[in-house]
């Protein structure tokens, strides 16, 4: 069985590597959060399974679930929708077919979703989403498409199909460019990576392990020229598809690129040490990035962090997109949450997640205005 990534965690370069790294960082049980009460002006929400992007969808929050290593909980991820006044939640994995499907032929429905970074716009109707999800199946990624309806008291998702991703690419991230049905997505590494060989290559040879694929029905993949880097990961694009946001994982930048003509483009690179995750927008028209500073200590030492939320430092960045300058900062090291992937805004309310936890958590968007 090819798993993975995370599944290749379980390889015997693991031991060893945490080894090394042992005096970096604190243990896992230091890590790994107590309970899931209210604290520093952060609140939790606690019963998820590594909730590593979420995205809105009217009221409603749309998470995804990845698989992690020795989780104990569910053999796969799942699709989530949550509510957060009600905290009703529903899974979104299995989904009745939509009359309408937009993926390819070649691309078989799922059995399981283990559901990486998402992307949810608008549909054509009220109350109705257009949903797209990175999808890690055991031999190959694909991305799979859904109509996600939120007019009753659940939300109901029709599942439109998929397109199966070039079987070489682990793709982190996916973002919908305008109305037609174009994509574009991050190639983070090559697919069946060990974490090990990530690492050195990555971080110790600085070499560059992906680029941004673009995805035009009809035409297929191909790769957009000058965006190659370390481990891009999250990507978001602005509403008419023009120009792009990409966050390089190892390599603490991110880059606006436009679509139709590649290269240019402004960059901001952080002066720390972050691991730049998933980037969103805010509804007064700025970017939000989630890292979580720290390089690869960050990301071993919460890989031992089980069922239990890693209480790495979070960091929130807000950016303007114009200038690429960077507009203010909020960071939280301890509990009730760490190791933040993803921040996006929904009202007054600032959701987080985590691609190594049992929670997503609020902070409100004045908290992180004063910053
Ligand atoms: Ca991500």
């Known amino acids: 069985m090819n798993k993975p990534f995370w599944g290749r965690w379980g390889a015997p370069a693991l031991p060893l590597l945490l080894l ?14 107590l309970d899931c009460a209210p604290g520093a002006g952060i609140t939790p929400y606690c019963g998820f399974e590594n909730p590593e992007d979420i995205a809105p969808a009217d009221d409603w929050l749309i998470i995804s679930e990845m698989e992690g290593p020795q989780d104990g909980g569910p053999e796969h991820g799942m699709l989530v929708a949550w509510h957060p006044e009600t905290q009703l ?3 979104l994995w299995p989904a009745e077919d939509h009359d309408e499907h937009i993926g390819s032929a070649e691309c078989t429905r799922p059995e399981t979703i283990n559901a990486h970074g998402l992307d949810v ?38 599942y439109q199909g998929c397109i199966n991703v070039p079987p070489t690419d682990f793709v982190n991230d996916v973002v919908f460019l305008g109305e037609d049905g174009d994509l574009a997505a991050t190639r ?7 974490a090990f060989g990530l690492i050195f ?16 029905p009809g035409e297929g993949w191909s790769e957009l020229p000058g965006t190659d880097g370390i481990q891009p990961n999250g990507i978001t694009a602005d509403p ?47 970017l939000l990035i989630a ?39 909020w960071e939280h090291t301890g509990e009730p949450f760490g190791l933040a992937t993803v921040a996006t805004q929904i009202g007054d309310s600032i959701w987080l997640g985590s691609f190594r936890g049992d929670r997503i958590a609020r902070i409100s968007a004045e908290e992180l205005a004063s910053r």
């Not at 983070?188 to 060990?194: A, D, H, L, Q, R």
Request: with cysteine.
């Open 20 to 33: 090394g790294l042992a005096g970096c960082g604190g243990s896992d049980v230091e890590l790994a959060s």
């Open 89 to 91: 939640r529903r899974n």
């Open 121 to 158: 716009r608008p549909g054509d109707r009220r109350k109705r989403y257009r949903l797209a999800a990175i999808n890690h199946r055991e031999t190959r990624d694909t991305i799979e498409f859904f109509e996600v309806d939120v007019r009753g008291d659940e939300p109901e998702a029709l």
């Open 188 to 194: 983070m590494f090559e697919f069946g990576s060990s």
């Open 201 to 216: 290559s990555g971080l110790l040879l600085a070499q560059d392990t992906g680029y941004v694929l673009l995805w035009r």
């Open 240 to 286: 008419t598809g023009e120009y792009i946001y990409v966050n390089y994982y190892w390599e603490r930048r991110t880059h606006r690129y436009r679509v139709d003509g590649g290269e240019e483009q402004e960059q901001l690179v952080f002066s720390e040490d972050d691991n730049l995750d998933n980037i969103t927008w805010a509804p007064d028209g700025t």
């Open 291 to 329: 890292s979580h500073p720290g390089g690869v200590e960050a990301f071993v030492s919460c890989a031992t962090v089980v069922g239990r939320n890693c209480l790495w430092t979070s960091r929130i960045d807000r950016v303007d997109p114009e200038t690429m300058q960077l507009l203010g900062r």
